[in-house]
């Protein structure tokens, strides 16, 4: 009896019973796969960092130094067990060509030649092996392997006058400092005999002093004691905790991204069971009545609903699980090209099982909650009615008698979901859910490409940036390009910036603030989350994450030495920056040659200059300065993510209209089961098959409208904190997002509203042919 039930189901229900294996086999695909991107994304950075021997504390420097005095920290210092200092030639863009194309002058990366490291932070090949190029050859970063679409046996051209250096690429290099985009440094592996040739040529030379630290030392501690060692600090430094965030940080959005779509699509799964279920009931109830009537109990006749979905359930989660090891690929293969493979583990299939357990968990609990509704249904109403419903027919909310004839199916259907809108409701939820689901990822990939991302990054927009690193006579440099900038007919508008670090004193402890930028903010001004930009000398601005760091606010003073004597400066404004860690500040503060990391210029053109030319100008008058467009330094720095990105807005555009159909499909499915007797009336009285389609059509399209407007709200709030949440790390916790009005206000509704209609013709293809039967007119 129980296999003649489940065939004669499946037979009646295929596309219904298929739809919803469908969805939960997704849902289960998707849990099982973010939670694989989860776990590789890990394990590929900690086995990255393990093979690598990466150095806990860096801390970069250009200039001379005492290496003695490094050396005898480090003996002296317990926290210390290896230390190195790594030399790092910079080479300009504008002197690199790959495989003999243009130098990319445009380019943000900055490239640093180095020698393979001999103690610890080795740089890896494809095979994460130590790689040791021969003269004449160089590894070359991941990065422009993507970018350039190189191969091994390309050449790299270095070009400085008349000085010409050509090597073989024979490696690409995994780099456990500077792997990902969003770092702008990157480092190229040559040998010892061509580093000297080419620091002899080219290039100016910058350290990184790395250490690595015994095990259960706090960084944060050891940060404050190398400080206040007065040891060499005039860049940037950084610590190993950092370095697996931004290399986590691309995937991990993605991971983000796909663990809310699979969320979506669980609930969106769960309500199709919902409506399946009780629409089954519906058409049912006599069978279940005379169950009943035979004095079969209600948990056995759950039973027999439980099995079939115990089935599909089962089958569908299980071969959602499998598709997700191939499909998975898709997702990790920047994570394996980056990072390396990661080896296969009991974790890295016991939590994807998991997950796909916890799926099916969750569907056989939802089964059992709905199916409770047989204890409601009574054998003898059941088998007197035929179904769950009374069968009679009431004169209710918005009576037709007393309103014109026009526009007639339009107002019953109107009326229909004025009258009972609390059985739309669940309709209307799903709608909302699906204009979530399409909006926000759409809204995320707007956001990121917007020219007015770079404020997220502590900078101003501005149509170009010049950025001059720290060299032998580059204050002179300096100076002349301000001067050039001030006699240029084509810039309209200009701004000089002048980043520096200066001792911060804190409870009689000395340590080192630093990216403190100074010059005029009143120029290419930020948004601040808190406060303003600091106007005097006795105000800083602090960026999200260094207010966290030093717990300050807006109001509370800091202690800097500046010039050598202390100076409280009140914090005036909290910004979000997602450069150098997130941990930089702004004042207007006098500053020394010698305290400076870098020098930076934003400046507008006037209307009709062409910025990719003068970019390139510019890069060969103001060499080795770093000239870029914005709009080219998000797409650098970025680049990586807005192409995942992409992927997962198709992939959530493609569920959401899946989504719709299949909802709406099952709802009116149960609603054309419990409005039969209706139906039989208003095909009595001359309504024909169009018109109920009709009706159907609007009822539908009415609710999609609500589903729409509180949809597209919560995309616009909710789903902004929830990027917010995803960026706070990097130090941007309140994103704003950038719309599209055409796409979200208007393709998007029409994408919807498109397919519930032809959903709902094809839905309401047969209820012109109902029969009048069992009618109770009141």
Request: charged content about 20%; some cysteine.
């Amino acid at each position: 009896m129980t296999g003649r039930i489940i065939r004669k189901d499946l037979a009646r229900n295929k596309i219904v019973t298929l739809t919803l294996f469908c969805f939960i086999l997704i849902a289960s695909l998707l849990v099982s796969g973010a939670v694989r991107i989860v776990t590789e994304m890990t394990g590929a950075v900690d086995a990255l960092f393990s093979q690598a021997a990466a150095p806990d504390f860096i801390q970069m420097h250009t200039g001379d130094f005492d290496q003695g005095a490094i050396d005898r920290f480090a003996e002296q210092t317990s926290m210390v067990t290896s230390q190195q200092t790594v030399e790092m030639l910079n080479i300009d863009n504008a002197n690199l060509a790959f495989a003999g194309r243009q130098p990319a002058t445009n380019s943000v990366m900055e490239n640093g030649f180095v020698r393979q490291n001999e103690e610890f932070d080795f740089l890896l090949d494809l095979d994460n092996q130590v790689v040791r190029p021969k003269d004449g050859e160089i590894a070359v970063p991941i990065y422009y392997l993507q970018r350039d679409d190189l191969a091994i046996g390309d050449t790299l051209e270095v070009v400085d006058g008349q000085y010409r250096k050509e090597f073989r690429i024979i490696a690409f290099v995994r780099d456990a400092q500077m792997n990902p985009s969003l770092i702008s440094s990157k480092r190229f592996v040559v040998s010892e005999a061509d580093f000297t040739e080419l620091r002899a040529h080219t290039g100016s030379e910058e350290y990184l002093i790395e250490f690595q630290l015994a095990e259960g030392v706090d960084v944060g501690e050891f940060e404050r004691v190398y400080q206040s060692a007065g040891l060499p600090q005039k860049d940037t430094a950084i610590t190993a905790g950092l370095l697996k965030l931004m290399n986590a940080l691309t995937d991990g959005l993605v991971a983000a991204l796909v663990i809310l779509v699979s969320l979506l699509i669980i609930t969106v799964a769960l309500l199709c069971l919902r409506l399946t279920l009780l629409a089954n009931m519906e058409e049912d109830t006599r069978e279940i009545g005379v169950m009943k009537a035979i004095g079969i109990k209600s948990k056995d006749i759950r039973g027999l609903y439980l099995l079939k979905y115990r089935v599909m359930a089962g089958l569908a989660c299980l071969l959602g699980f499998v598709l997700s090891l191939p499909l998975g690929k898709v997702f990790t293969a920047n994570i394996t090209l980056y990072m390396g493979k990661v080896e296969v583990s009991p974790l890295t299939i016991i939590l994807p099982v998991l997950g796909t357990v916890a799926v099916y968990g969750i569907v056989m609990m939802f089964c059992r909650l709905v199916l409770r509704r047989f204890r409601r249904i009574s054998a003898v109403e059941a088998l007197r009615a035929g179904g769950s419903a009374s069968g009679k027919l009431r004169a209710g909310f918005w009576p037709l008698y007393k309103r014109p004839m026009r526009w007639l199916n339009l107002r019953l259907g109107a009326r229909e979901v004025l009258r009972s809108f609390g059985s739309y409701g669940l309709l209307c939820f799903v709608f909302i859910l699906c204009v979530f689901l399409f909006i926000v990822p759409i809204n995320l990939l707007t956001t990121v490409q917007a020219p007015n991302f770079i404020n997220y990054m502590g900078m101003g927009q501005s149509d170009v940036q010049i950025d001059l690193r720290r060299t032998e006579g580059v204050e002179q440099r300096y100076t002349e390009m301000l001067k050039a900038l001030s006699s240029d007919e084509d810039v309209e508008h200009f701004a000089p910036y002048v980043t520096a670090a200066y001792p911060l004193v804190t409870d009689g402890e000395t340590s080192t603030l630093r990216n403190v930028q100074i010059g005029d903010f009143s120029q290419y001004a930020i948004d601040y989350l808190d406060g303003k930009a600091p106007q005097t000398e006795n105000e800083i601005a602090l960026s999200q994450l260094n207010a966290q760091d030093l717990e300050v606010a807006v109001g509370d003073s800091l202690t800097l030495l500046v010039e050598d004597r202390p100076r409280t400066l009140t914090v005036s404004g909290i910004y979000q920056d997602l450069t150098n860690g997130g941990r930089t500040a702004k004042a207007s503060l006098p500053w020394r040659a010698e305290d400076v990391q870098w020098y930076l210029v934003y400046l507008d053109l006037n209307e009709g200059i062409d910025r990719t030319e003068k970019v390139a100008e510019y890069a060969e008058v103001f060499a080795p300065a770093k000239v870029t467009h914005i709009d080219s330094y998000i797409a650098q720095t970025f680049g990586s993510t807005i192409s995942q990105l992409r992927m997962v807005v198709v992939l959530a555009a493609l569920l959401s209209a899946a989504v719709a159909v299949l909802i709406t499909a099952l709802f009116l499915r149960m609603l054309t089961a419990k409005e039969a007797h209706e139906l039989s009336i208003l095909t009595f009285l001359g309504f024909q098959r169009k018109d109920l389609a009709r009706q159907y059509v609007f009822r539908t399209l009415l609710v999609l409208v609500v589903g729409v407007v509180i949809g597209t709200l919560a995309a616009a709030t909710l789903g902004q904190n929830l990027a917010g949440f995803m960026f706070a790390s990097m130090g941007a916790s309140r994103i704003r997002f950038v719309v599209q009005p055409v796409v979200v206000y208007l393709l998007c509704p029409l994408i919807l509203a498109g397919v519930v209609a032809l959903t709902t013709l094809a839905s309401t293809r047969t209820t012109g042919r109902i029969k009048i039967q069992n009618l109770v007119i009141e």
